[in-house]
């Protein structure tokens, strides 16, 4: 895992919002090194849509998975989570 493309606001964001995914209005890729995306918890695009804003997000900040109220239960999620335990950077694993 070298790399990531982490969901990042095209527009000043409010709570309540709901993310609209790829080719939206609300958000674009912005492409980051695997260590940064995971020190961050930077938001995967492709699991940016459909899902609230629980904070407001600055145009071109990149978010992360507590800006959202996300299903922790969706299968895309979970294998989300394993792929980021199973492949996290060398540092990202020795800050566990």
């Known amino acids: ?3 990531d493309v982490v969901a990042t606001a095209k527009r000043d964001l409010a ?3 709901t993310l609209d995914g790829e080719g ?3 958000v674009w890729g912005k492409l980051l090194p695997a260590e940064k ?3 961050m918890g930077g938001l995967p695009l492709g699991l940016a849509h459909g899902i609230k804003l629980v904070r407001s997000v600055k145009k071109g900040q990149s978010l992360c998975w507590a800006d959202v109220a996300i299903d922790t239960a969706a299968p895309a999620y979970r294998v989300r989570k394993e ?3 199973m492949f996290a950077p060398a540092r990202a694993k020795a800050a566990e």
């Open 1 to 3: 895992w070298n790399a």
């Open 24 to 26: 939206g209005y609300c």
């Open 83 to 85: 792929m980021e335990a």
């Open 15 to 17: 709570v309540g919002e």
């Open 37 to 39: 995306s995971a020190a």
